[in-house]
């Protein structure tokens, strides 16, 4: 029993003190606020789900990605959550049924990871996922854009730090058709897409030809991964510039002019380079960047209408996205929106710090007052230290940033005590009968 | 890709939908209350740790409870957390060197254990961990305790609802001592008197003797477990009624007297049966149970003066409780303390729920006063059905608990909206510009 070793946390897991839990709270509460404003109702699911869950969608290839594990003398196999949206398409396909459509829902959990840890990724992270689930069209989607964006103007962020780039998959579908692609092969046409950076060129080609595309068509296909366009855009100018139908690009003006609408085109671009990965998409996609392309994503979402369906549910068209605090806590920094002090400032600070200043034989007042403004749901501390040095006590006050210190002393006699803010350092005698109230209790 | 299962949920852990969430979010608001009103500071760690981080409080025997697991190619063995103090011992540990005495930390974890499910008792649960490192005596101890006692009041809970069983191990052990206990067979004695109720009569006699006891001691024994005392009780009440020295009885004498100093003696009992089953445990133990003992123990917790130093910290005293969210929730079903809507009351209430009954040309509009209102904080909904009945849309907005509807109809051209208070059901006509203000919102 005498181990004396120094443990420490696994790898890529995080410890979060008071001043760690204090900033991680202030994420987690901007985007609280940002989905209740929004209509969004909270939930949450298991930590860990049956290992098949997080097969169906992304295939077996996922295992090797996830902590996936038994229990003792147990012969189901489970994983830690590596996503939430498994858990959402389960807990919608159970009571689809008998739930008012559209559901809002967002949750804030724990997701776990077994990659290498590296700069804004690691083992466990926490993910705010928000989604919306069977309603179609623009104003969902940009209900949906609204949400990430307003937590982050919560948190101090700007048009001039963050940038939201949104695509659509059927708008860049219709371009790619237009070049070639057949619509049996549009998914690994989407797949080059996104992976083009990554590729060779000679082997680009190889695989753009594979699909359909015509010759010369990669080029063509690397110009459509590079088109940026401002989100004033319509669908005539969405069309023009991509090289597909007006009607193909209308879905995208849509929501680029209901963002307007709702004070967002500040915010957002349109980006026919963004595919998303995922071969699950359908629709919009869009992705949250630093303004500088500094860091990794800080979002990512689109639509999934047929995601629903492939765990049991109801055809159900859907939106989500999700947002990690690791790279947003990064993005935070970098851009200068969190105090110099750190997480501190977060602490909620005490509205009394009660000093024991008279004869020791009034000690227990310094219990019964401390209950009673806690009994008015006030914050109040004290010192646990033997000093009875006013001054000292004063300083203690202050590292823990109470508003106020209440000195008990002769006066308690009177029944009054001295309480100063300890801002502007003002000091005056109250009765205790009124210290409550002027500590700012409700009545 | 055609998979068509309806997927569940991993045996003994929860779905938390929207009115669930609202219940734990209840629960979970009274507990970080009652935390931050006393002064302590929230932490977290990670949802997995070392498995060696658990086997050096609890041995080996505690593998089988636990989910455990690797990474794939890795050579780590991780494990879910099964409680926060071995977390909460490795981080003090880390910095106990820098950090100002006392630590006072709270964390609302989720916490995982491989047994088989029952009433009370899932696989996973939530649980409130409460710790005051660095510090002994009375003040330390009735501090802890009132953050307990603090957060089933708020949630509604008096002390004809639950009561706080308080025994102190110093002074169980005197009275132990006395009866014939050897000093180093005093672990073993604490254990049978733990186990007192699940022994055969014949096999505690055997064992009571074996450990010292003198003959007969059983009975008395058995008595002391049964031992009951008012929390008024002075060291000579406590000390005649167990029959140990008055100075042995004097720390539960002093914690009695604090507890009655801060108002909570109407909650608590002294209770000598309470042992609490861990070795580590050195004075104070106490358990919070429903009034007339139905579910099992509703919070547990005590003084581990050794276990900072066991997980190779410095030597520090502390004291802590956990209160899980599973047998929280029975007992405030039990004793009447939810409302009979259930979670749904808890939901939060939107401001307001807009209403489009003007020319469909004037649509966007809603886009652009949602947006508005949620600027300035409001919580903001609206239909996504077809429908333009004002009926049919105002019985909606009640659904969802809407305090108003506002209504954007003709008299837009004017700048003005129908706002009704739909728990009054009085509505009047206001400017566009002074809506946010008339909702509510903050200047």
Chains 1, 2 share one sequence.
Not at 226 to 239: F, Q
Request: net charge neutral.
């Amino acid at each position: 029993m005498a181990a004396t070793t120094m443990h420490q946390g696994p790898k890529g897991t995080r410890d979060f003190y008071p001043e760690d839990m204090a900033l991680r709270r202030h994420i987690e509460a901007a985007w609280r606020h940002a989905s209740v404003i929004h209509g969004f109702d909270e939930i949450d699911g298991p930590t860990f789900e049956h290992l098949s869950l997080y097969t169906v969608k992304s295939g077996e290839g996922i295992v090797n990605e996830l902590f996936s594990f038994r229990r003792a003398g147990g012969e189901d196999d489970y994983a830690l959550r590596p996503e939430f949206t498994p858990t959402l398409a389960r807990m919608v396909a159970a009571r689809a049924g008998g739930m008012a459509m559209p559901i809002k829902w967002f949750a804030i959990p724990s997701h776990f990871r077994a990659e290498r840890p590296q700069r804004g990724r690691l083992r466990e992270f926490i993910q705010w996922n928000v989604d919306m689930v069977g309603i179609d069209g623009a104003q969902a989607d940009v209900d949906v854009l609204s949400t990430a964006v307003s937590a982050l103007g919560h948190l101090g962020l700007a048009p001039s730090d963050v940038r939201v780039r949104l695509s659509h998959r059927g708008v860049v579908g219709a371009a790619l058709a237009a070049l070639g692609a057949t619509a049996e092969r549009l998914g690994e046409a989407f797949t080059l897409l996104d992976r083009r950076e990554k590729l060779d060129p000679k082997e680009f080609d190889a695989r753009a030809l594979a699909i359909g595309l015509r010759e010369g068509a990669a080029a063509r296909f690397a110009e459509l991964a590079r088109t940026k366009l401002p989100v004033t855009s319509d669908a005539h100018a969405i069309s023009s510039a991509i090289g597909c139908n007006r009607e193909a690009a209308q879905p995208l003006a849509d929501i680029a002019a209901r963002l307007n609408d709702a004070g967002l085109g500040a915010w957002c671009d349109i980006d026919l380079g963004i595919v998303r990965g995922l071969a699950y998409y359908t629709g919009t996609v869009f992705e949250i960047h630093e303004a500088t392309g500094a860091e990794r994503a800080i979002a990512g979402g689109g639509r999934y209408d047929r995601l629903i369906e492939l765990f049991g549910g109801p055809s159900l068209p859907a939106i989500g996205f999700g947002m990690g605090d690791v790279v947003l806590g990064l993005v935070l920094k970098d851009r200068g929106k969190l105090p110099a002090s750190g997480g501190c400032e977060f602490l909620p600070r005490p509205d009394a710090f009660l000093i024991s200043a008279g004869p020791e034989s009034a000690d227990a007042m310094l219990t019964t007052v401390a209950a009673s403004l806690r009994g008015r749901g006030l914050h109040v501390r004290h010192t646990y230290k033997a000093t009875r040095s006013v001054g000292k006590l004063l300083g203690e006050a202050g590292k823990c940033r109470a508003r106020h210190a209440v000195i008990l002393g002769a006066e308690l006699e009177q029944g009054m005590v001295a309480l100063k803010a300890l801002d502007s350092g003002e000091q005056r005698l109250v009765s205790l009968d009124a210290l409550a109230q002027e500590l700012g209790a409700r009545a």
